[in-house]
């Protein structure tokens, strides 16, 4: 079965540095990965996501995530932050098989990113 | 824009109260979704249709059933509010996976439900 694990549920940083938030999966299949962020009283939003084709995935307001497939990890990194970056992220992970089960998408705990300015 | 709408922001119901959370998306999609997010344990999938009158169990489907009588809309329903229904309830939608591709899902605002 698929899981996802996001190591950090905090991460303190401050304005302008480089920041990364990791992400683990363990799926026994190929699998699509995404990382969303989630605004304070807002849904989600899709940030970036992998389905084939090169490893390094560019998404919205200048995040980046590397898809590293022997070591099952998918972690989201940018050069540096802004205060408006202060967020929730959630990595996920849907694996590719039959109809329903490539439907769902498994979310991560979610990382809480805090920019000091 | 895909726009995924829910009826409510914010709900307080009292305990055994029978409870409606409504979800429209304007996109045409064969899958919608219903997940609560509590601290912590990030989302977590309670069911999910992928057409009219279909719908399948998620993780924690206990306590709740749905219904999708039309394709753009989706209801969650609490029969009995317990206080440990207490949570955060984001609403979602996507097409269909082409082939085992999947693809991503849009959410609604979500619905913050309280039950005292």
Same mark, same amino acid.
């Given at each position: 079965?698929?899981? /996802? ?5 905090? /991460? ?13 999966? $363990? ?53 540096? /932050? ?10 996920? /992970? ?14 991560? $705990? ?6 000091r300015p | 824009d895909?726009?995924? +709408? ?23 999609? #064969?899958?919608?979704?219903?997940? &609560? !997010? ?6 977590r999938l309670i ?20 219904? &999708?009588?039309?394709? #753009? ?12 229904? +207490? ?10 996976? !082409? ?18």
């Amino acid at each position: 079965a698929q899981s /996802v694990t996001q190591l950090d549920s905090q /991460v303190p940083v401050f304005e302008e540095a480089p920041v990364e938030l990791r992400c683990n999966y $363990s799926s026994s299949v190929s699998v699509y990965l995404f990382w969303y962020v989630q605004y304070p009283n807002q849904g989600l939003q899709l940030l970036l996501k992998y389905l084939s084709g090169s490893t390094l995935v560019k998404g919205i307001n200048g995040f980046e995530a590397e898809f590293n497939k022997s070591q099952t990890s998918f972690h989201l990194r940018k050069p540096s /932050v802004h205060i408006s970056d202060t967020a929730e992220y959630f990595c996920a /992970v849907s694996e590719g098989a039959a109809r329903s089960s490539a439907s769902k998408i498994i979310f991560g $705990s979610g990382t809480r990113l805090s920019i000091r300015p | 824009d895909v726009k995924v +709408t829910q009826s409510s922001r914010y709900l307080v119901k009292r305990t055994g109260e029978k409870v409606f959370l409504e979800c429209v998306q304007d996109m045409d999609h #064969e899958n919608m979704f219903w997940y &609560r !997010q509590d601290p912590g344990l990030g989302l977590r999938l309670i069911y999910f249709s992928y057409d009219v009158k279909m719908k399948e169990k998620g993780d924690i489907p206990e306590g709740y059933s749905v219904s &999708r009588e039309k394709k #753009e809309r989706f209801s969650l329903i609490l029969e009995s509010a317990s206080t440990n229904q +207490t949570s955060m309830y984001l609403c979602a939608s996507s097409p269909p996976p !082409q082939g085992t591709v999947s693809y991503e899902q849009y959410f609604g605002p979500g619905t913050r439900l309280t039950v005292t």
